[in-house]
């Protein structure tokens, strides 16, 4: 992390009473700053509230809205919802999560995909659905899915 990144988190921080009893809002703040916590960032709220590394990571791992990592350049949610699992949800996970190299919940280490799943997107008469950067793809399968992300994780681009 670079000096001035450090010292924006301390600028957060200077917002705070630096009770334990404000650690989800700030470390909802530093994300919503950084798209992440950073490792740098968990030491100095440590500190600051006085509260073990350890339990701040296993905060952050408890909740689903909080990141360890960076999230990826592009946003790939599969959903899981009802509608979807009966009609291949798993089998779609399964396809992207080879394609991409990386499990629900990780980024690539380019830092070109995250991986998520959902509850349901709302198109649940598509299903199996999945979004790219927000772009609902209905009726899904195993093909549709290397078509989609063969062209863009090798060449950098995306079927819109
Ligand atoms: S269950 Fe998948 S879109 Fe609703």
């Known amino acids: 992390m670079d000096e001035l990144a450090e010292e924006f988190l301390r600028e957060i921080l200077s917002f705070y009473q630096g009770h334990k009893s404000e650690l989800i809002p700030i470390l909802l703040e530093i994300q919503n700053n950084f798209g992440y916590l950073p490792k740098e960032a968990i030491l100095l709220v440590s500190n600051f509230i006085n509260v073990p590394k350890g339990h701040i990571y296993s905060v952050a791992s408890f909740y689903t809205r909080l990141r360890l990592l ?8 599969v959903c899981r919802g009802t509608a979807c699992h009966i009609r291949g949800a798993p089998q779609i996970l399964k396809e992207i999560e080879n394609v991409l190299g990386i499990k629900e919940g990780e980024t690539s280490s380019d830092l070109e995909y995250t991986l998520d799943t959902v509850a349901c997107i709302g198109c649940c008469a598509l299903a199996p659905c999945l979004t790219v950067d927000g772009k609902v793809h209905g009726a899904m399968n195993t093909d549709k899915v290397k078509k989609i992300f063969e062209a863009s994780s090798v060449k950098g681009k995306h079927e819109q």
């Open 70 to 77: 960076p999230l990826g350049r592009h946003r790939v949610t």
